[in-house]
Structure formats: C-alpha cells, structure tokens
C-alpha cells in the first residue's frame, strides 16, 4: 500500500533593524544581503522598520509577502536591553564569561534581537497569514550562504516540502558535528555550558510546526531569563539551542552537518 503525506507549505520568517552594530559591521551590508534574500520565492513575513517597507516592496511586488511594522522598542524582547546591559557591564560577569570580547558580551540590542526571533517566528505561526504547515526562520543577512543557489527555484524545494511534512511536532535545527565533536556526542551538557563560547547548534536558520515552534519558544525564554539573566549572565541564542537540544532531545530534528559549510541545511532544503 502507498503512504500518502500532506505537501507541506512553508513560510519564512524574518526581521531586520539596524542596532548599529558595535563590532564593524555595516548595515549596507545587510541591505546589500537583504537584497538577495528577497528574491526567495517563498511565502514571506517580515519584522521590519517602516523605512523597510518600500525597500521590500520594491523587490517583492509579485510575491507573497506579509510586512509587519514595528519599532525598535516594540522589539519583543527590547525590555530585557538595560537588565542585559547592565550584566554585560559588570566585572564579574567578563571574568566568567568566554570570549568576553564577542559582540554578544558588549551590546545588549544584539542579544535582544537573537532572541528575539523566537517570539517573532511563533507570532507568524500564530498569524498564518500565508496558510502554511511550517515556518522557517531565516536571518536577514542569510543570503551570503546561499552557495550559488538559483533564485528562479522554488525554495524550499517540492522534495524539502514532502520531509518537511513529516516532522509532525519536532522542531528542526542544523547540528555542526564537524566543529566541537565533545558537545555533538555528549548525552547532556550541564548549567556551565551556558558560559561557552562554543556555537555547535546553527542559529540562522530553523523551524518546525506552530506546536513546535511556541514549545521551544517558551524553553527558550526559560533559558535566557532563569538560566541566564537571573544568574547574572549573558550568551546568544546558538548556546541556548545547544543547552535545550540535549535537556529534551525528543522535541528536535537534528540535520546533522559534517562538511563545515555554515548553513548546509539551506542547500540540504533546496
């Protein structure tokens, strides 16, 4: 007997505001990577600024696009800035810290808006302006890992679509095997690691179901308020995903990468 499965229907979901980054990076770069990414054709919905709005128009004028205007301070975790800063600031906190020197351990608005993609891809699921079985978030500047894909292509892909439609409630991530092999085969990694600088688990890329996405929302939050913040620490969203994959392993789909490209699952879901 044949199985038949549901072709699934995918969203991206992503958000731009300039933070005016303190570590060099322009945010002409990411108008410039921006620009690419647009021309996904893919279902979009976007969390931007409105002096964004005709810049994504411009491009997106044939396309499913669903705009979403917010200011910076409407950011969903923007009220989290000076609590963050102010652990950021502190001695004891870069004495303890890895790498105190990374953008994430200086400017609270980084850390606020890696975080916030979270609450953003579970409004877009929530809204499901599009229609769509699955959400995938996928960072603005992304497009600089596209590794040549032709943007005339469906992204992703009628084949991505028929896996993606088997996920059921499991939220997928990329897991770098090649990078830190300790943290890809430990069975649990402990409170300390939320102190590492080592990003095993990709951070530009993710998604699953609406029922998947709001569950590791809410761990998510759990991590960065009660494991972090009320312990007077600070690390970025990958190191939070990284800590969450081993506590409860049961509620992700892990594309395991073992050949060092840093968004490998884009090219796996073309």
């Given at each position: 007997?044949?199985?038949?499965?549901?072709?699934?229907?995918?969203?991206?979901?992503?958000?731009?505001?300039?933070?005016?980054r303190?570590?060099?990076?322009?945010?002409?770069?990411?108008?410039?990577?921006?620009?690419?990414?647009?021309?996904?054709?893919?279902?979009?919905?976007?969390?931007?600024?409105?002096?964004?709005?005709?810049f994504?128009?411009?491009?997106?004028?044939?396309?499913?696009?669903?705009?979403?205007?917010?200011?910076?301070?409407?950011?969903?975790?923007?009220?989290?800035?000076?609590?963050?800063?102010?652990?950021?600031?502190?001695?004891?906190?870069?004495?303890?810290?890895?790498?105190?020197?990374?953008?994430e351990?200086?400017?609270?608005?980084?850390?606020v808006?890696?975080?916030?993609?979270?609450?953003?891809?579970?409004?877009?699921?929530?809204?499901?302006?599009?229609?769509?079985?699955?959400?995938i978030?996928?960072?603005?500047?992304?497009?600089?890992?596209?590794?040549?894909?032709?943007?005339?292509?469906?992204?992703?892909?009628?084949?991505?679509?028929?896996?993606?439609?088997?996920?059921?409630?499991?939220?997928?991530?990329?897991?770098?095997?090649?990078?830190?092999?300790?943290?890809?085969?430990?069975?649990?990694?402990?409170?300390?690691?939320?102190?590492?600088?080592?990003?095993?688990?990709?951070?530009?890329?993710?998604?699953?179901?609406?029922?998947?996405?709001?569950?590791?929302?809410?761990?998510?939050?759990?991590?960065?308020k009660?494991?972090?913040?009320?312990?007077?620490?600070?690390?970025?969203?990958?190191?939070?995903?990284?800590?969450?994959?081993?506590?409860?392993?049961?509620?992700?789909?892990?594309?395991?990468?073992?050949?060092?490209k840093?968004?490998?699952?884009?090219?796996?879901?073309?």
């Amino acid at each position: 007997m044949t199985t038949k499965f549901k072709m699934a229907k995918a969203t991206i979901v992503s958000a731009l505001f300039n933070i005016n980054r303190t570590d060099g990076r322009k945010w002409e770069e990411y108008l410039n990577w921006f620009d690419i990414f647009l021309k996904l054709k893919s279902p979009m919905t976007l969390f931007v600024t409105e002096d964004l709005v005709d810049f994504i128009k411009e491009r997106r004028e044939d396309s499913t696009t669903e705009i979403i205007v917010q200011k910076v301070e409407e950011i969903p975790y923007y009220n989290l800035k000076d609590q963050i800063q102010e652990i950021l600031d502190s001695e004891d906190y870069k004495k303890k810290i890895s790498d105190p020197q990374r953008i994430e351990c200086q400017q609270s608005m980084y850390s606020v808006i890696q975080y916030s993609k979270f609450p953003w891809i579970k409004k877009a699921s929530e809204l499901n302006s599009h229609d769509s079985d699955v959400f995938i978030w996928m960072d603005a500047g992304a497009s600089r890992f596209f590794e040549g894909f032709d943007l005339s292509q469906n992204w992703p892909s009628e084949d991505a679509l028929k896996s993606l439609s088997q996920l059921e409630d499991e939220f997928l991530i990329q897991m770098n095997c090649d990078y830190y092999p300790d943290l890809y085969a430990a069975k649990e990694l402990s409170a300390d690691y939320l102190y590492d600088n080592r990003s095993y688990v990709l951070g530009s890329l993710f998604g699953g179901s609406k029922t998947a996405i709001s569950k590791v929302c809410d761990n998510v939050y759990d991590v960065l308020k009660t494991e972090m913040i009320d312990m007077h620490n600070m690390n970025n969203e990958q190191i939070a995903l990284g800590y969450l994959v081993k506590k409860y392993p049961d509620d992700f789909a892990l594309y395991e990468r073992t050949n060092g490209k840093h968004m490998d699952l884009f090219s796996e879901l073309s």
